[in-house]
T-cell receptor, first 113, second 116 residues
Framework: GENVEQHPSTLSVQEGDSAVIKCTYS??????FPWYKQELGKRPQLIID?????GEKKDQRIAVTLNKTAKHFSLHITETQPEDSAVYFC????????????FGTGTSLTVIP | DSGVTQTPKHLITATGQRVTLRCSPR?????VYWYQQSLDQGLQFLIQ???????AKGNILERFSAQQFPDLHSELNLSSLELGDSALYFC???????????????FGPGTRLLVL
């Protein structure tokens, strides 16, 4: 089955700096990659997703890039703010893989004011 | 508020017992997903139902079972509980338009289960 690895596990940045979280996957059939944000004590929320027919997607300060050849995708947050502090999870899925969702182990991001 | 509701919020029980977690999806959503979140294993996909039928299955133990009812609410049954089953259980729902599930999932607030 699919194996998703996520790095780093913790990340601290100064407010205004950029943050980058990277995930790798093993199954070349995976074709949908959502990113979730989970604030402390709250539910996960989808923040951005990308499909394998697209190399990059951007939504305001958040962007995701996908390299199908290398089987990795990354979340980029620019001009970080304290409210960006949360745990971020990447995930991968494919129809060939039975539509299961495989999650990374999460990255705890702290934005220092 | 995502529109997905889960009950109960907290559940404390003993090993060997059986519990039922309930989820009501957003109005109009046909797909329901169940996840387990524990400190040492992160977020794990358990199972998904679409309009009453099982559509995808993850690492769900044989002691666990789920179903989706005609009114689209779903229940997750956990039996012969072990200490290691203590976790936060999330339900999520999505519209269900895409057969490949590649659509936004909206998570409920979760049920925190503690097995003593």
């Amino acid at each position: 089955g699919e194996n998703v690895e996520q790095h780093p596990s913790t990340l601290s940045v100064q407010e205004g700096d950029s943050a980058v979280i990277k995930c790798t996957y093993s199954d070349s059939a995976s074709n949908y990659f959502p990113w979730y944000k989970q604030e402390l004590g709250k539910r996960p929320q989808l923040i951005i997703d990308i499909r394998s027919n697209v190399g990059e997607k951007k939504d305001q300060r958040i962007a995701v890039t996908l390299n199908k050849t290398a089987k990795h995708f990354s979340l980029h947050i620019t001009e970080t703010q304290p409210e960006d502090s949360a745990v971020y999870f990447c995930a991968a899925t494919s129809r060939e893989g039975g539509n299961q969702f495989y999650f990374g182990t999460g990255t705890s991001l702290t934005v220092i004011p | 508020d995502s529109g997905v509701t889960q009950t109960p919020k907290h559940l404390i029980t003993a090993t060997g017992q059986r519990v039922t977690l309930r989820c009501s999806p957003r109005s109009g959503d046909l797909s329901v997903y169940w996840y387990q979140q524990s400190l040492d294993q992160g977020l794990q996909f358990l199972i998904q139902y679409y309009n009453g039928e099982e559509r995808a299955k993850g690492n769900i133990l044989e002691r666990f079972s789920a179903q989706q009812f005609p009114d689209l609410h779903s229940e997750l049954n956990l039996s012969s509980l072990e200490l290691g089953d203590s976790a936060l259980y999330f339900c999520a729902s999505s519209v269900g338009v895409r057969a490949d599930n590649q659509e936004t999932q909206y998570f409920g607030p979760g049920t925190r289960l503690l097995v003593l």
